[in-house]
């Protein structure tokens, strides 16, 4: 990757420098992802517009006034380039300073070479970006330049582009959200579920015997983990309750992605049913659990909040818990909450790039009292648009330097020392936390 100079970065002091020039060279596990497949990564013409209605500076455009539909034809590829730019460029001066944007134009500049764009050079850079577009991009960019020897991928929760399974061997490790088996939040879980069990399901007794079998299915095909859609479980409900909202649910057919045979409050209990059930599978079989914290478009944030999960984390003391995203912004309760459980991990993904000070603020603190085998640094958070995916490392790599530097200047370490504690921060956590070697991460395929 380019030296920080290059990049338009300066940090503060030689002992930073020092390191990250260190940590720049450690093998890196890419702790969260979204990641499509490279053949649909190249199947579509990236451009200079379009990457600004992406799922991250579309965050900051909406907040700043943008109205959504400028924004949705922003993105549409089957518009004019010259139309698009014309839309999104009264409002970039609003967004070109937030971190976020800054993560995808650092990725940019260490790709293109294209420090900034505007006006002048929107067409040059879609033109490089579209030229670079080809197979093999995936190796070039995350095995090659930013030493990446895997990415947790959680498969997308749209159909459109469908989900599908990395292959074996995929430097993709595959992580499933929670929908893609219950059926309260997807009705094709149901055939994704009977198809594993090899068998037609329509009783919720016949669903909750055949719901092991099917994570379980999946668990052999490379599974790690299951990523939570309702930021938080409730309390168990009876069987008895739920079990009458079954039939009502699979009679309406598939294809529906929040059945309207049921209201909220009868949808909520039976996905709380199941989502138990799920723990306690994910549990048997060494599943890891996730979930979000932190903004997201048009939803109450404060429905994140960390503290939430705590009834979970002390139901399932065997169930080993991810809080993404620092928790934040309630990063000092989430260090809290890791300090507190021996079954909860904190994953630093995306909070890179949306506050660089709020993570290196986090990182300062869970230092001094979260056991250091319990925090993972890094995750781009992207699908389509890897560039972000590059920044955001970056980000990360200048956090850990200043974070540790700083803990060198006091003497609490040494450099060799936060070397070696970004070593686990970077890779050694990640991996172990997912029971993986470095052996199992050898001569993977970056498809």
Request: proline share 6%; aromatic share 8%; net charge negative.
């Amino acid at each position: 990757m380019q030296d920080l100079e290059q990049l338009g970065i300066r940090l503060r002091n030689q002992p930073a420098r020092r390191l990250y020039d260190q940590i720049s060279q450690l093998e890196v596990i890419d702790a969260h992802e979204h990641l499509f497949s490279e053949r649909h990564r190249v199947s579509l013409p990236p451009d200079a517009a379009a990457m600004f209605a992406q799922q991250y500076p579309a965050m900051g455009l909406l907040a700043s006034g943008m109205p959504p539909a400028d924004l949705e034809a922003v993105g549409n590829l089957e518009k004019p380039l010259d139309e698009r730019w014309a839309l999104l460029r009264p409002h970039l001066l609003n967004i070109r300073d937030l971190a976020l944007t800054r993560a995808l134009m650092l990725g940019i500049r260490e790709l293109y070479g294209f420090d900034e764009v505007d006006d002048g050079n929107y067409i040059d850079l879609t033109e490089a970006m579209r030229s670079f577009n080809r197979p093999g991009i995936y190796r070039e960019i995350f095995r090659d330049r930013c030493r990446i020897a895997a990415a947790f991928v959680q498969q997308y929760n749209s159909v459109d582009p469908p989900w599908e399974m990395p292959p074996a061997g995929s430097f993709r490790l595959p992580q499933m959200f929670e929908n893609l088996f219950n059926v309260a939040w997807r009705s094709d879980a149901l055939p994704r579920v009977e198809t594993c069990a090899g068998r037609s399901i329509r009783t919720l007794d016949a669903f909750m015997d055949a719901l092991e079998p099917a994570m379980a299915h999946f668990q052999r095909r490379g599974l790690l983990g299951i990523k939570l859609m309702k930021q938080v479980i409730g309390p168990e409900p009876a069987r008895e309750q739920v079990a009458p909202l079954f039939e009502p649910l699979i009679a309406e057919g598939m294809g529906r992605t929040r059945s309207p045979a049921l209201v909220a409050g009868e949808r909520a209990a039976l996905r709380d049913f199941i989502g138990h059930a799920m723990l306690r599978i994910c549990g048997e079989l060494g599943l890891r659990v996730m979930f979000h914290s932190g903004t997201r478009p048009g939803i109450d944030f404060r429905s994140t909040d960390p503290n939430l999960h705590v009834p979970l984390f002390a139901k399932y003391p065997d169930v080993n818990f991810e809080i993404y995203h620092c928790g934040m912004p309630w990063v000092r309760d989430a260090g809290m909450i890791a300090m507190s459980f021996p079954n909860v991990w904190l994953n630093m993904c995306w909070t890179q790039s949306i506050s660089p000070r709020m993570a290196r603020s986090a990182l300062c603190e869970w230092l001094e009292y979260v056991p250091h085998n319990k925090i993972i640094a890094c995750g781009g958070d992207s699908a389509y648009w890897i560039e972000h995916s590059v920044g955001d490392l970056i980000h990360s790599r200048v956090n850990l330097a200043m974070v540790l530097a700083d803990r060198v200047e006091a003497g609490e370490t040494t450099e060799d020392g936060a070397v070696a504690l970004a070593r686990r921060l970077l890779f050694d956590n990640a991996a172990d936390l997912h029971r993986l070697n470095r052996r199992d991460l050898e001569g993977l395929d970056y498809n």
